[in-house]
């Protein structure tokens, strides 16, 4: 899987679809999605094909991590931020699986 | 001690992930072995090949089912690439024989076992010397060949290749650690 698609998947899914939920935040969620898809993207792909880690608990710890900087780095609504660490990682990881696997 | 004990708690929870992780793990797609042979023309009178073993049907661990393959090298210098994808029952695929062979009476005189995981091994062949190949190898640890854009050819630029990885990885992290920073400023102030 080619890192140039990797990012702008990643890009798309945790920060065009994180948008619509922090629109008044104008381009800030952009910003973060770019920043997570930039972090996770490259990091996720050297995991998967460099070590035996597990990606079920690599799944968890996404999930988490992400509702912890849309909580800190955007706005500080707890739903609003666990219901996107679900939502997008599992989008996310479906896409990464797809195309790595 | 309280954030101590939490931190080895973490740790050891990433270490344990790391250590017995299966999640995920039957397709991966692991790092590419590469092996190059030089001075195969040093060689008269007799053909060096290459052989491995494949499983003839996937769905069983037996032992009748391996099929072997041949392959002559005849070039030089030849480069050989192992299989990129194993499953966990497969990877004695990466089992890789070198067999020096009699072509006048058809016969090996001479083989050699290697495990073709996770290395690169270099053969540099000076000859025969009683039936027995002449010959150093050298090894190297095998880098994943990870590509920027689709359709990218890696042979020459896989190292380059990762070290973009890792930096777009710590950039992604700093991006992150200084838009947290900055929000954090912003709340002192």
Redesign the interface.
Known sequence: ?????M?LGFFIIKGVLAWPFYYGLKWKAL??G??????????F??L????????????LIAIVFDTA?YF??LRRVWWKAILLGVLLNLIGFIFF?IL?? | MKHFLLGFVFFFLLYNCYADGPGFSIRRVGAESIFTFKGVSNIKNFVLAYSHYEFYKKDTAKKEFYNQLLEIIAEDPSVIYTQERGRHWEESERDFYISLIDTLHGITLDSMKYVAKDYNIDFTISGVVDGKLQYKADSSKAVFQYVFFKGESTTSVYKKNRIIFIACSILGFLLLLGMFLRKKNNQTN
Do not use: C, P, R
């Open positions: 899987m080619s890192l140039y698609y990012v910003q973060v770019l920043a997570l898809a930039l972090f996770q993207g490259s990091s792909t050297m998967y094909h460099e070590t035996k880690f597990d990606f079920w608990a690599l799944f900087v800190v780095l699986i790595n696997g």
